[in-house]
C-alpha cells in the first residue's frame, strides 16, 4: 500500500501536540493578562462596546491616525480609565467599557469627536450587553459543549466499541483545543474577541469532526468483519485510503464558502467563519490522522484473542 498513516503516526501526533501546547501557552499568558484563557466578548463578560471611525471622505479628519494616547486621556476624564481600546485600520477605534446609559455614550463621543475629529454615523456601532446575561451566555454554551460530548460518547459506544468512542472523543477535544488556542494566540497579538458565535462554531465542529470519524470507523468495522485475519495496522491503513478523497472534497466544499464569509463578510461573521475554518480542517485532520492512529495503536497493544476450536466428535456406533 503506498500511504500508511500509521507508518509516521508519532510525526501527526508530534504536530498536534505542538500546535495544541502553543495554544495552551498562550491561554495561560491569556489568562495572567486578561483574567481569562480567550479575549472575551461582550456577549459573556457584558459591557458597552463602541466603535467609532473617522469621517475621512466628508472631512478633513484623516491627515494623521488616531491617537490612542488621546482617547485613553478622554477615557481617563470621565472616569473609564478601565476600558480596553484597539484602534482598527489608523483610523477607526474600538472601546469596550462598563455598562454606559444613553447621556454617558452621547457625552464620550461628543468628547472624542472635539479631540479627535468628526466620525462616520453609518460605521459607528454601538452594543450594550448586562453581566448578568453575559455569564449566562458561557454557562449555557459550556453546559452544551459538555453535554454534546457526553451524547456523542454514548452513541459512538452503542454503534461501535467504547476504545473507538473513547478515541473519537480524544479527537474531538484535539479540534477543540486547536482552534481555541488559535483564537487564545489571536486574543493576544490582534486583540480578536469571541462571542456567542464561538460558541456555535466550536458545536458545529464538533458535528462535522465526529462525522468523519465515524466514516473511517465504519470502514474499518467492515473491513474487520470481511478480513478478521488481517492486522489492525492494515485494517485501519486500507479504511483511511477508501475515505480518504470523500474527506478531502467534503473538507474542501466546505472551506470555499467559508473563505468567502471570511474575506467578504462583515466583522461579526468573520471570525465566526474563522473558527469553522480551522475547525474544520483540524476535523478532518484529527479523524484521519489521531482518531484512526489511536485506534489502531490501542488495538494492537491488546493481547489477541484465543482461537476457539471445536472438535467434531463421530458418534460410535
Known amino acids: 500500500m503506498s500511504f500508511s498513516v500509521n507508518r509516521q503516526r508519532s510525526l501527526w501526533w508530534g504536530l498536534s501536540l505542538v500546535v495544541i501546547l502553543s495554544g495552551l501557552v498562550a491561554m495561560v499568558l491569556s489568562w495572567a493578562s486578561l483574567g481569562s484563557p480567550l479575549r472575551l466578548g461582550l456577549d459573556f463578560i457584558g459591557g458597552t462596546r463602541l466603535q467609532f471611525e473617522l469621517a475621512c471622505s466628508a472631512t478633513q479628519t484623516c491627515s494623521q491616525p488616531i491617537d490612542i494616547d488621546a ?12 476600558s480596553s481600546l484597539q484602534i482598527i485600520d489608523q483610523y477607526g477605534v474600538s472601546i469596550r467599557t462598563v455598562p454606559l446609559d444613553v447621556d ?4 464620550l463621543r461628543d468628547t472624542l469627536t472635539q479631540k479627535i475629529g468628526d466620525f462616520d454615523p453609518q460605521k459607528t456601532q454601538i452594543e450594550t450587553v448586562g453581566p448578568t ?28 466499541q467504547f476504545d473507538y468512542a473513547c478515541f473519537a472523543l480524544v479527537a474531538l477535544v484535539h479540534d477543540v483545543l486547536l482552534t481555541t488556542g ?16 464561538f460558541i ?3 458545536l458545529t465542529i464538533i458535528g462535522f469532526s465526529v462525522n468523519d470519524t465515524v466514516v473511517i470507523y465504519d470502514r474499518v468495522r467492515e473491513t474487520l468483519k470481511l478480513n478478521p ?10 479504511a483511511v485510503v477508501q475515505t480518504l478523497g470523500r474527506s478531502i472534497n467534503t473538507t474542501l466544499t466546505t472551506l470555499l464558502p467559508l473563505m468567502t464569509i471570511f474575506i467578504f463578510g462583515g466583522d461579526t461573521l468573520r ?16 479523524s484521519i490522522f489521531i482518531a484512526s492512529t489511536l485506534l489502531a495503536w490501542w488495538r494492537d497493544r491488546q493481547p489477541p484473542r484465543p482461537a476457539t476450536n471445536t472438535l467434531e466428535t463421530t458418534p460410535t456406533p
Not at 485475519?229 to 486500507?238: H, N, P, R, Y
Open 71 to 82: 482617547v485613553r486621556q478622554v477615557l481617563n476624564q470621565q472616569g473609564l480609565g478601565n
Open 104 to 107: 454617558q455614550r452621547t457625552r
Open 133 to 160: 446575561l453575559g455569564e449566562e451566555i458561557l454557562r449555557s454554551g459550556l453546559l452544551a459543549l459538555l453535554v454534546s460530548f457526553i451524547g456523542i460518547t454514548i452513541y459512538l459506544t452503542l454503534r461501535f
Open 182 to 197: 488559535v483564537f487564545a494566540i489571536l486574543g493576544l497579538v490582534a486583540g480578536v474577541e469571541i462571542d456567542s458565535l
Open 200 to 202: 456555535v462554531a466550536l
Open 229 to 238: 485475519d488481517l492486522g489492525i495496522k492494515e485494517v485501519v491503513d486500507q
Open 271 to 286: 471570525y465566526f467563519a474563522l473558527a469553522l475554518i480551522i475547525g474544520f480542517t483540524t476535523g478532518a485532520y484529527s
